[in-house]
Every structure is written in structure tokens, then in C-alpha cells.
């Protein structure tokens, strides 16, 4: 067998068991029917899994197939719609659960494999790349997600909150969604952030998060331009738009900008971003980092809560 294959086949086995398929039912006349299908990975031995907020909203009832066929009633801990992100919880105590590996670790190009249940078909496997990292994407709510890995591992309604994982069976990232009417143009939410969200999911149902109104690119910080300005950045964010009315606009930031650091600490990623954005930044006056037409200065900017 060749190395690509035997490289997806090892990867598929480390997780597998972890992967399940997510059936919704909804009321209709007072009776239960089956309302949709998605898919999630438990991230915990006894019985915590992810899956998307799009999947299990407005359900009366969650069901959980394993991978070997159980079906157990499950309950929703908490979701985020502003991450498309929701935790489940099962009954167990032994379960053998994904492994994490780092979204910020990957590369454009590298290999990444999606596995779901697209239109009902349970475990199906889909292979590709990273196509771009640090992608900003419209969800659910209007708000715009941050820190988004593109792949063109196909992704089909039913993929929804499966994991996409790296060659080493590890996952990077909760697979999301897909552009209708686009081939290869498919997302997933670093499994960085989704580790944060999942924290204060379970312990808190909900997420409380700063806010400051930009949409952002993941780029590269050219040599010439990191030495002329002593900066260790190998990466920064590009600002594409500031939403009217926001605290980055409040505070006189534009399109075009470049955000490299925060409050003194290097941001290369827009997960590096979000990480910062905590409860207790929101109101308080926090310091940026921009490059402007090959001039660094700093803004003052007050985050507000993300409703």
C-alpha cells in the first residue's frame, strides 16, 4: 500500500471511535421526529463531546450514535452560536476520546482529514489540505468568526461538527461548514478556540467575551518590514473591514490596518487575538499594536461585551 494511504488509514484508526453521529428530533403534534443528522467527537473519557450550535438549535430531543452502534440521550451542556460551537454530554465513564493536537501548528498545504456523517452515511472519510489559515466567516448570528481554517476535504451537510485531524490522528479543528455553490471551499474552528469556548460552556452554559469590531486576515510580516520595525513577528493580522459603530472604529483604527501586538504581547494569529478578548478586558482600555502604511503606532481601544 502506498504511504498516502497507509498515512490516512493509521490517522482514521486513532480517532474513530471517538466520532459520532448526532440525531435531532423536534416536535410535531406532539409527537417526536427525526428533524436532521450531524456528526461530533467525544473530547473527554466520560461522556463530553463537541459538535456545532447550527446542528443541535431549536431541537426538542438529542440522540448520540456511537461508532458501534449504541444510541445513547444526550444533553446539551451549553452552546455558542457566535462559534457555531455546542458541548453534549452522554452517559459513560470509558470512553476513549479524540486526542487534541494544535491549530496553530498548521501549515498551508499540510494534510488534514475530515470524518462525518454527510447526509446520514455514518463515518465517512474525506482527505485534503490546509488552503488558508486565519479566515474570517459570517456565522450563524451575523457575527463573524474568526480564526478559520479553509480545506478542501469536502465537507457535506451531515459533516457538521466532526472533527477535521492532522496525519497524526490528532484533531485541529471542529468542521463547520461549507459555500454552497463553491467546490473545495470548506471551514473548520481551530480546535484552540474551540477549547476555550468548551471551557466556559461547561462551566458557565454560555460565553462572556470582549469585543472590538474587525474582520481579519492571517498574513505574513515580510523580512524587510519586521526588521525595519524590531518586531518578532513572523505573522500579523490585516484588518479587511471595521464594522460602523464599533470600538475598533471608536478608536480610530481602519481597513488596511495591521494589528501585531496587544497590550504588549505579539499576536500572529486571530486565536492569539480571541485568547485576549476575556471577560475582564471588556470595558477597560486595552492597547494595540498597528502598522499603518509602514508606520508602527498604538491606539487605545475599549472593548465592549459581545451580546
Do not use: W
Amino acid at each position: 500500500m502506498d504511504h498516502y494511504s497507509e498515512t490516512i488509514i493509521n490517522a482514521v484508526e486513532k480517532v474513530q471511535t471517538a466520532v459520532v453521529k448526532i440525531e435531532i428530533y423536534k416536535k410535531e403534534k406532539e409527537q417526536e421526529v427525526l428533524a436532521g443528522t450531524g456528526s461530533g467527537f467525544l473530547f473527554s473519557s466520560d461522556g463530553y463531546l463537541f459538535t456545532n450550535s447550527h446542528v443541535v438549535k431549536g431541537s426538542a430531543n438529542i440522540k448520540v450514535m456511537l461508532h458501534d452502534g449504541e444510541v445513547q440521550q444526550a444533553t446539551l451542556i451549553g452552546e455558542d452560536p457566535d462559534t457555531d460551537l455546542a458541548i453534549l454530554k452522554i452517559s459513560g465513564a470509558d470512553f476513549t476520546p479524540a486526542k487534541f493536537g494544535d491549530g496553530d501548528a498548521l501549515r498551508i498545504g499540510q494534510l488534514v482529514i475530515a470524518i462525518g456523517n454527510p447526509l446520514g452515511f455514518q463515518h465517512t472519510v474525506t482527505a485534503g489540505v490546509v488552503s488558508a489559515l486565519g479566515r474570517t466567516l459570517e456565522g450563524q448570528t451575523g457575527r463573524m468568526m474568526d480564526s478559520m481554517i479553509q480545506t478542501d476535504a469536502a465537507l457535506n451537510p451531515g459533516n457538521s461538527g466532526g472533527p477535521l485531524i492532522n496525519a497524526d490522528g490528532q484533531v485541529v479543528g471542529v468542521n463547520t461548514a461549507s459555500i454552497r455553490g463553491a467546490q473545495g471551499l470548506c471551514f473548520a474552528i481551530n480546535i484552540n478556540t474551540a477549547k476555550d469556548i468548551a471551557n466556559q460552556l461547561i462551566r458557565f452554559g454560555k460565553v462572556k467575551r470582549a469585543y472590538l469590531g474587525v474582520v481579519m486576515q492571517q498574513i505574513n510580516l515580510v523580512p524587510k518590514l519586521r526588521t525595519i520595525h524590531h518586531l518578532q513577528n513572523k505573522q500579523a493580522l490585516f484588518i479587511s473591514e471595521v464594522a460602523a459603530g464599533s470600538p475598533a472604529q471608536k478608536a480610530g483604527i481602519l481597513s488596511g490596518d495591521i494589528i501585531f501586538s496587544f497590550n504588549n504581547q505579539l499576536i500572529e494569529t486571530s486565536d492569539s487575538l480571541f485568547k485576549q478578548l476575556t471577560e475582564d478586558k471588556i470595558g477597560q482600555f486595552q492597547y494595540i499594536g498597528i502598522l499603518r502604511n509602514n508606520f508602527k503606532t498604538e491606539f487605545r481601544v475599549t472593548p465592549v461585551q459581545k451580546n
